[in-house]
Nanobody
């Protein structure tokens, strides 16, 4: 089992920045990838950014160039630096871990961007 706790969400004005953190605990052996997903009311959960165990990253087209995913293995923490936020980025952001065919999710952290 892997437990995930997100933090760093909040209310920010358009053009502002936030950094989300996700602290992982439990059995970390065999993790294939970690990522950030988001879900706005009435929409499906979508991938925002993902980083593999080898360090490869990919981003959704909507955040490419504005968001950066990174990790600190020593702290078992995943980050999402979000710059140039706009109201379309308003959603609940979830941390995700892929481990041996299973997906683990945190409870999410709310990001609200005002215009």
């Amino acid at each position: 089992q892997v437990q995930l706790v997100e933090s760093g969400g909040g209310l920010v004005q358009a053009g502002g920045s936030l950094r989300l953190s996700c602290t992982a605990s439990g059995n970390m052996f065999g993790i294939n990838a970690m990522g950030w997903y988001r879900q706005a009311p009435g929409t499906e959960r979508e991938m925002v950014a993902r980083i593999t165990s080898g360090g490869s990253t990919n981003y959704s087209d909507s955040v490419k160039g504005r968001f950066t995913i990174s990790r600190d293995n020593a702290k078992s923490t995943l980050y999402l630096q979000m710059n140039g936020l706009n109201p379309d980025d308003t959603a609940r952001y979830y941390c995700n871990v892929e481990r041996w065919g299973h997906r683990y999710w945190g409870q999410g952290t709310q990001v609200t961007v005002s215009s």
